[in-house]
C-alpha cells in the first residue's frame, strides 16, 4: 500500500514536472497561434477584420486593422500586456506608405540608408537592418519569415475574389465574381477565403502605430549589426550622452580601434644669463629625458536614439534604435626610453649683465640633438658621447667668436620732470660704461594737452636725438598751463662715429610708446 502512495506521487511529480517544462518550452510561434485561436471568439465573423501575430525575442507582435480591435482584445486577453508569459505590443510598421508629410520625411530617411538581411534572435524571424554609416544607427524593420509569424484573418462577406492590394492596405473586400484569390503573398481582406501565403511578404500594415514610451532602461536583448565604418571620436564618452561600453560576456570591450602612433621627444629648453637678468649662468647644466610613443585606443559604444517623439518630451518616442560611435577608450604606451643629458660649456666668458641665452636639448629614443636657439657667443658642439651602461649622454660646448645680441630694453629710461615752472626731458643711460664712444639715438615726441583745441601741438621732438655718457636734461619749451606728456618715444645703439654700428649690441630699434605726463 505504502508503494501505491509513492507511486502515485511520483506520477504526480513527474506530471506537474513536466506541465511545467511545457509551459517554459513554449516558442513565441505557439504563443501566437493559441492567442489568435482564442482572439477568433472575440471578432464578429461578419466583419472584415485581420489579426496577425509573430514573436521577437520574448515580445509578442500584434497586428490588427484598428486600435479599437487591439483595444478589445487587450481588456479580454491580455490586460497587463502578458500572455502566456510573453509581452504583447502593437507591432510597428515603418513601411505603411502614407501621404501625410511626417511620414513622407521618416520615409525619405529610411530610404537613405544601406539595407541588410540577417536572422534576428533565432525566433523564426526575419530582419531587415536599415544601416546609416554616417550616424551608426541600426534600425531593425521586423517582418515575418516562412517559419515565423503566425497569422489569423476572419472570411469576408462578399462575393468576389480579394482585392491584390490587400498587401499594402489590409485589402478590402472585392465586388467580382470571381473564385477567391490563392496568391503566394498575405491573406487578402476580401470577401473570398484567406489565401495561401508563405509569409514572406509584410504583414498587412494599418494605422495601429505603438504608443510612445520612455527610453529603455536596459539593453536590447540582441544587439543589431553595427556600421563597418564608424569614425573614431578623440572625445571621451560621458554620461550626459546615454553612451553605454559596448563589451563582452566577461565585461571588457567588445570592439577596438586603434590611432596612428604618435612620439613625444623629450626635451628640455634651459637659459643662461648676466648678472641683471637673475637667471644664473652655470658651466653645467644636467637633465633626464624621456621619449614615448603612443597611440590612441578606442572603444564601440551604443545608446538608444528616438524616432517620432513626443514634441514636449523627447525622451518619450514611438520607436528606439540603437547607435554605435567609436570613443577614446585609453591612451596606450607602446615604448618609453629615459637618458640623462649633461652639457658642460668650457672656455666660459662671463655674459653681459643684460644678456640672456637659450638652448634645447632633444632625445628621440635613440638620437640626442642640442639646438643653439639664442646664444652671445659661437659653440662648437663636442659630442653627445653616450654611455649606455650608465644611460648618461655627455656634450661639450666651447665658447667662440662673441656675437651681437638685441641691446637690453629696459637699458635706457626717458621721463619728464618738472622743477618749479620749468620743465625737463631726462634721458639716462643704464649700460652706458659699456657704450664708451658709442652713441645712443633717441626719437621722440612730447605734446601739449591745449584748452579749448580739438588739436594737441607738438612742443618738442627729436628724430634723433644723439647722447653719450650715462644722463642728460633737454628743457622743453612750454606754452602755458596744462597737461604735458611724452607721445612717444624709442632708442637704438648706433655706434660710434664713422663706424658701422655698435660693437655690443645689435642695431635693432627699440619702440618704448608712450610716456609719463606732467601737469603744471
Known amino acids: ?117 540577417v536572422d534576428f534572435d533565432g525566433a523564426g524571424v526575419h530582419a531587415k537592418n536599415l544601416v546609416s554609416v554616417n550616424s551608426g544607427i541600426v534600425l531593425a524593420n521586423f517582418t515575418p519569415a516562412t517559419s515565423g509569424g503566425v497569422f489569423y484573418q476572419q472570411p469576408g462577406a462578399g462575393s468576389g475574389a480579394g482585392n491584390k492590394s490587400g498587401k499594402k492596405k489590409g485589402g478590402q473586400p472585392g465586388s467580382g465574381s470571381g473564385q477567391p484569390g490563392s496568391g503566394s503573398g498575405q491573406p487578402g481582406n476580401g470577401s473570398g477565403q484567406p ?53 563582452d560576456f566577461l565585461g571588457r570591450p567588445y570592439r577596438m580601434g586603434y590611432g596612428e602612433i604618435s612620439q613625444d621627444k623629450g626635451k628640455k629648453v634651459f637659459q643662461r644669463g648676466g648678472s641683471n637678468t637673475q637667471i644664473g649662468q652655470d658651466s653645467t647644466y644636467r637633465y633626464t629625458l624621456q621619449s614615448k610613443s603612443y597611440r590612441n585606443v578606442y572603444a564601440l559604444y551604443w545608446r538608444y536614439v528616438g524616432r517620432d517623439c ?37 672656455n666660459d666668458q662671463a655674459l653681459l649683465p643684460w644678456e640672456k641665452e637659450e638652448f634645447e636639448v632633444q632625445y628621440d629614443g635613440s638620437q640626442i640633438v642640442l639646438k643653439q636657439r639664442q646664444t652671445a657667443y659661437r659653440y662648437r658642439e663636442d659630442g653627445p658621447y653616450i654611455d649606455q651602461k650608465r644611460g648618461e649622454a655627455t656634450l661639450t660646448l666651447t665658447q667662440g667668436q662673441k656675437l651681437l645680441t638685441p641691446p637690453d630694453p629696459n637699458g635706457v629710461g626717458l621721463r619728464l620732470v618738472k622743477r618749479g615752472n620749468s620743465l625737463f626731458l631726462v634721458i639716462e643711460d643704464k649700460w652706458a660704461k659699456y657704450y664708451q664712444g658709442e652713441v645712443l639715438e633717441i626719437d621722440v615726441v612730447v605734446k601739449w594737452d591745449k584748452p579749448w583745441s580739438l588739436s594737441n601741438p607738438k612742443v618738442y621732438e627729436a628724430h634723433p636725438y644723439q647722447m653719450t655718457g650715462p644722463s ?49
Open 1 to 117: 500500500m505504502k508503494f501505491g502512495y509513492k507511486l502515485c506521487a511520483f506520477v504526480l511529480i513527474f506530471t506537474v514536472w513536466a506541465s511545467v517544462g511545457r509551459a517554459e518550452e513554449i516558442t513565441g510561434q505557439e504563443a501566437c497561434k493559441k492567442l489568435l485561436d482564442k482572439a477568433a471568439g472575440f471578432i464578429s465573423k461578419n466583419s472584415a477584420e485581420s489579426l496577425s501575430c509573430y514573436s521577437v525575442g520574448k515580445d509578442l507582435m500584434v497586428k490588427t486593422d484598428s486600435s479599437q480591435v487591439f483595444s478589445k482584445l487587450q481588456s479580454e486577453l491580455f490586460p497587463q500586456d502578458v500572455f502566456m508569459g510573453y509581452s504583447v505590443r502593437p507591432a510597428p510598421d515603418f513601411t505603411a506608405p502614407d501621404s501625410g508629410p511626417k511620414k513622407q520625411d521618416q520615409a525619405a530617411g529610411f530610404r537613405s540608408v544601406v539595407e541588410k538581411g
Open 195 to 247: 489565401g495561401s501565403g508563405n509569409g514572406d511578404d509584410v504583414p498587412p500594415p494599418d494605422d495601429n502605430l505603438p504608443a510612445k514610451r520612455s527610453r529603455p532602461s536596459g539593453p536590447p536583448s540582441t544587439f543589431p549589426s553595427y556600421p563597418p565604418d564608424l569614425p573614431y571620436y578623440d572625445d571621451r564618452a560621458d554620461g550626459t550622452g546615454y553612451w553605454h561600453l559596448y563589451t
Open 310 to 346: 513626443d514634441s514636449y518630451d523627447t525622451d518619450r518616442c514611438r520607436y528606439w534604435e540603437v547607435q554605435y560611435r567609436y570613443f577614446l577608450y585609453e591612451i596606450e604606451t607602446i615604448e618609453a626610453r629615459s637618458m640623462a643629458v649633461v652639457i658642460n660649456f668650457a
Open 472 to 520: 642728460v636734461e633737454i628743457p622743453i619749451p612750454t606754452q602755458k598751463s596744462g597737461e604735458y606728456w611724452v607721445d612717444g618715444w624709442k632708442f637704438r645703439r648706433a655706434g660710434g662715429q664713422g663706424s658701422v654700428g655698435s660693437k655690443i649690441s645689435s642695431g635693432d630699434l627699440i619702440n618704448k610708446g608712450e610716456g609719463n605726463k606732467i601737469k603744471l
